[in-house]
């Protein structure tokens, strides 16, 4: 029920609903927050929406190669002002062949721990 709903069907009590209002505001959340427990998918569905809208402008890039973070590598370190690209391997596995591309592009600054 919002905050007009509620001041019409109370309309002589004191703690009349507000638009904005701090005790309107807090409602707001603590609404936002039950709905949330009660559907974990709002999460889930927030962050598609941001993969989407993501994906949408990343399209639009233009380059020779265009790589997606989690293709590449594991970590991205800095160290003494310099990026390093960090690919961690089980013992016997190889670089997939975006890999090997991209560190043929980067050359040193892109290394392989093997574990």
């Not at 209002?21 to 807090?26: I, M, P």
Request: glycine fraction near 6%; proline fraction near 3%; charge should be positive.
């Amino acid at each position: 029920m919002g905050a007009k709903a509620k001041n019409r069907l109370y309309p002589n009590k004191e703690w009349q609903f507000k638009k904005g209002s701090e005790r309107a505001r807090q409602c707001a959340i603590k609404g936002f927050a039950a709905r949330i427990d009660k559907n974990p998918n709002t999460q889930s569905e927030a962050g598609k929406k941001s993969r989407l809208f993501e994906n949408r402008i990343a399209d639009s890039l233009q380059g020779d190669h265009i790589f997606k973070p989690n293709e590449i590598c594991d970590r991205i370190v800095v160290r003494n002002g310099e990026v390093f690209f960090v690919e961690i391997k089980q013992s016997g596995r190889e670089l997939t062949e975006k890999q090997k591309l991209f560190k043929d592009i980067v050359g040193e600054k892109y290394q392989v721990v093997h574990s």
